[in-house]
């Protein structure tokens, strides 16, 4: 499953890369992109665990950068 | 500014009231020694505390998670250490410098946000060519939906003045379409009933309906939109480089700092607090911020500025290998010449008229629809008298014999002329010769041939003039005609008769000898239908003509959405300028930071210098990247 959510509040771009490599770290993630300049987050993962990855995700973007969120 | 920096703002403005308050108190008159230090340090404490208090606490979390060596942690410990000075009670104390760092560190954060904001605005807008309604007609009404909702076969209206929202086909009406934002091209095309639309273009002058033909998300231009936003994705060479070097940098930095504070007061017996100070500058200096965001930000508006003018760059990447194109290859029919065939010439014996000529070879081939046949007929003024013409015989691959008016007619190549024994005139101009003959009587011969766009003469030029040492065309063509269009657009090598594999040998053999020099890269510019293994072959393939062709936005590189070979150039001076930006900016952050790094070690430098090397450096590499945005043709 492939999708792309909006993140505002995006700061940092030496953060972004980093939240980048962790979210592709996690288990199920096929691929994770995230824009810096268009502050898109492109995710695909297996199907089943797409929701639960996507929880994980936001913990990490807010790791990195607290006010950031991604949009549902 | 957006919720959060104008929260920001207002927090930074209140510290920095209190700041300034701090620095007139006069404190030490009213408390006595030793105690007006802790007094001067509570009321530098209250700005620095409101203005950095997110940054302690990010660093905080950080270091829960593990993460240290980020800038928030960075910051933190390098104002705190200034305040810990207060240890040493003989060292001269930088409370105020401290506070006044997190101050403008804070300034410089939130003018960087903002600045990152306004480019990310200022490009998306111009950008924003995808419409947001269209118009349906419900119960005789007209209703505004959103184009997402609009399923294929559908029929929509486009108003005069409104964008189109998807592409279709239309089936009412006439009107002009102003295609600027998809081709950079002012010229408005004419369409009528029956014609392809893309979306993205302005409805010009007529009422249309249409009936949709892609839903919105396959749309001539969502897809140009996804291209562009997605481009920076395929990183270039150079960014990569600085991703990996940040990830180093830091490290080294911070462990500079740690030796600087430690040893020399360790082993040399120097004073503490000195170098600790000094260690405490190069930790300011050492996020690489200014790298990380203003490379990928240079590329992306480079990218932006180009798709504006009808150049779709597809990724950072391609961008930097155009700017280091030495050989350019061309396909001929369709790139440098219109793929159309036109009469250039009509030269009748004496006697005969040119007139006469064009009537008697119109009429021959009146019922053919060869590409020779219907050139003659659009150069024929006249018309054609369907009654007049009798017997009419195709000799396969070399011309027609019909009988028109009476009088037996031939026309075709020089096979046939022979084959009807008439005594000719050979004539050896470059193109396709038909020989005309009446009553077994030559009359003279008519000259076709493809003709040169009118920009590629100039085109060519420009491209030198860009710096493109080596310009061969490859043809499947004939050589005198190959010969002829190399001579007129003073190519510096052609190669005829290629077969499509041929293409692809002689593209391989070209691309060995130019990268014979390690640092040139070869791109081959083609319509992009027929060419595409030649396309994915060379370094950077260039597809024409691209407006509504799917399949050559899919095989290309870069693409020209008009088929103009003079934006060939342009979008060469475009990368070369992004390239040169980006270089700008890598030698200015970087040398502005070992610069402050050195003086810092020497003891030269201030926290105000530190300040500057971060976010003030930062500030202007944004700056300069937001140039590549607004680069002309005329540079």
Redesign the interface.
């Known amino acids: 499953m492939r999708k792309v959510f909006k993140i505002i509040?995006l700061?940092?771009?030496?953060?972004v890369?980093?939240m980048e490599s962790d979210i592709n770290k996690l288990t199920g993630v096929i691929s994770a992109?995230i824009?810096?300049?268009?502050?898109?987050l492109t995710l695909e993962t297996e199907d089943s665990a797409f929701d639960d990855i996507l929880m994980q995700a936001q913990k990490i973007v807010t790791?990195?950068e607290?006010?950031a969120s991604i949009l549902v | 500014m957006?919720k959060?920096q104008k929260k920001w703002l207002v927090r930074i403005i209140v510290a920095g009231v209190l700041y300034v308050m701090a620095l007139f108190i006069p404190l030490s008159s009213f408390i006595k020694e030793p105690y007006n230090v802790y007094a001067t340090l509570t009321v530098f404490l209250i700005p620095y505390l409101i203005a950095g208090y997110?940054v302690l606490?990010?660093a905080a979390?950080?270091i829960r998670?593990g993460?240290i060596f980020?800038?928030n942690f960075l910051m933190s410990i390098a104002t705190l250490g200034a305040f810990a000075l207060v240890l040493f009670p003989h060292a001269e104390q930088h409370f105020s410098e401290s506070a006044a760092v997190m101050l403008f560190y804070q300034i410089g954060?939130l003018f960087?946000?903002y600045a990152?904001g306004k480019?990310?605005n200022s490009?998306?807008e111009m950008m924003d060519i995808a419409p947001d309604f269209a118009n349906k007609e419900i119960d005789g009404a007209l209703v505004q939906l959103d184009p997402e909702s609009i399923a294929i076969g559908d029929e929509i209206i486009i108003k005069p003045g409104e964008r189109i929202p998807l592409d279709g086909v239309v089936v009412e009406g006439a009107s002009q379409l102003e295609t600027s934002a998809l081709t950079g091209e002012s010229m408005p095309r004419e369409i009528q009933t029956g014609d392809d639309v893309i979306s993205g273009c302005v409805n010009m002058t007529g009422r249309l309906k249409v009936r949709v033909t892609k839903v919105s998300s396959e749309s001539t231009v969502s897809r140009i939109l996804e291209l562009v936003?997605?481009a920076?994705?395929k990183k270039a060479r150079t960014e990569t480089f600085i991703?990996r070097f940040?990830r180093y940098y830091t490290p080294i930095v911070v462990a500079i700092a740690v030796l600087l504070a430690i040893c020399p007061p360790l082993f040399a017996g120097l004073d503490f607090s000195d170098w600790i100070e000094r260690g405490l500058i190069f930790l300011v200096v050492s996020?690489?911020?200014a790298l990380?965001?203003s490379i990928?930000?240079s590329f992306?508006s480079g990218i932006g500025g180009a798709s504006r003018k009808g150049i779709l760059i597809k990724g950072s990447n391609y961008l930097e290998t155009l700017a280091s194109v030495a050989t350019m290859v061309f396909d001929k029919t369709g790139t440098l010449t219109t793929g159309t065939f036109q009469v250039i010439s009509v030269d009748p014996e004496p006697g005969a008229t040119q007139e006469e000529i064009l009537s008697i070879a119109a009429h021959a081939e009146a019922y053919s629809d060869h590409p020779i046949a219907t050139s003659i007929k659009e150069a024929f003024s006249g018309t054609i008298d369907q009654s007049s013409i009798k017997d009419e015989t195709e000799e396969s691959g070399h011309g027609i014999r019909a009988n028109i008016d009476g009088s037996e007619v031939c026309i075709g190549n020089a096979k046939l002329m022979d084959e009807c024994h008439i005594e000719y005139c050979e004539c050896k101009d470059p193109g396709t010769v038909i020989y005309v003959a009446k009553d077994a009587q030559y009359l003279g011969h008519i000259v076709i041939a493809d003709t040169l766009k009118p920009d590629s003469k100039q085109a060519i030029k420009d491209i030198k003039r860009a710096g493109v040492k080596r310009c061969v065309m490859l043809t499947g063509d004939r050589l005198n005609v190959a010969e002829n269009v190399a001579k007129i657009l003073s190519l510096d090598e052609y190669h005829s008769q290629l077969l499509p594999a041929d293409k692809v040998s002689e593209l391989e053999r070209l691309l060995d000898e130019t990268h014979a020099n390690k640092k040139d890269s070869l791109a081959f510019v083609g319509d992009g239908i027929n060419d595409a293994p030649v396309l994915t072959r060379a370094d950077i393939g260039i597809a024409m003509g691209a407006l509504g062709s799917d399949a050559a936005i899919e095989a290309a590189d870069i693409v020209l959405m008009n088929d103009k070979p003079s934006k060939i150039a342009s979008a060469i001076l475009l990368s070369r300028k992004t390239m040169h930006i980006v270089y700008e900016n890598i030698t200015f952050a970087l040398s502005a930071k070992i610069i402050v790094l050195l003086l810092a070690a020497v003891g030269i430098a201030t926290m105000w210098f530190a300040v500057f090397a971060d976010v003030g450096v930062a500030i202007l590499a944004i700056l300069n990247a937001m140039r590549a945005f607004r680069i002309s043709e005329q540079d």
């Open positions: 509040d700061d940092c771009a030496d953060c890369s980093k992109r824009n810096f300049l268009t502050q898109k790791i990195y607290p006010d | 957006t959060k997110d606490l990010k979390k950080n998670h993460k980020d800038e954060e960087q946000s990152v480019s990310r490009i998306t936003e997605n920076t994705d991703t940040a996020c690489p911020c990380v965001i990928p930000l992306f």
